[in-house]
């Protein structure tokens, strides 16, 4: 029997949105069954969040009400994928590393949970430039309103397992080469910074 072919991204992937939570207060809880929330503003570049930016979240405070709201699959897991869906900029990252942390997203985010191994291929295809340019800013020109079945029907192929494995790969040697660029730049930045103030603390020592 043939198997049918998987064109878009709902047929492998579940897509569902955060939670409404409503107006959260920051938790100085630290304990291994404390509650995280991603912000918008921790997806601020597109690309990968690891422990690197987890070690930095802070828990939220949660009464009865919440923890009854909140249910396991709300919590995030390894490979999932979550994108901005609403305001007015759009970022998309993949988790990687996450541990045992309990770390949940609000309803201006959306939740990418793939069903299958090696899914960089779809955070390499919803970052492109490509895809930002043809869909994100056709479809939503000022505001983001993105929904499940928007993206359920993103038509974004399953790719066979071999050329996943393949992008995977390719996908993680453009990240430390991404961030090793960074690091150069900001090593020259700080070097162009300390000339400059060199230069002007000479020049002032010069008019006294």
Known sequence: ???EEKKTLGD??????????GKV???????????????????HQNGILDESVFNKLQAIEVDDELRRIILEHHYLQE???IITSRGS?????????????NIIINNNCMLIRPS?????????????????????QKDYPANLKITTKYLKNLPIPLI??????????????????????ES???????????????????????KS
């Open 25 to 43: 207060v920051s938790s100085n809880n630290s304990d291994s069954d404390s509650i995280i929330l991603l912000k918008q503003q921790d997806m």
């Open 116 to 136: 299958i191994s090696k899914p960089h291929f779809i955070i390499g295809f919803i970052t492109s430039r490509w895809f930002i340019d043809q869909f994100i």
């Open 160 to 181: 066979d397992e071999s050329a996943r494995e393949e992008y995977a790969s390719l996908y993680k040697q453009h990240l430390i080469q991404k961030h090793a660029l």
């Open 79 to 81: 490979n999932d994928i």
């Open 1 to 3: 029997m043939k198997t």
């Open 12 to 21: 492998y992937c579940k897509i569902m949105s955060g939670i409404g939570l």
């Open 184 to 206: 150069l730049t900001s090593a020259s930045q700080d070097m162009l910074d300390a000339q400059l103030f060199y230069i002007l603390k000479d020049k002032s020592r010069e």
């Open 89 to 101: 900029l759009y970022n998309a990252v993949m988790i990687q590393d996450i541990g045992n942390r």
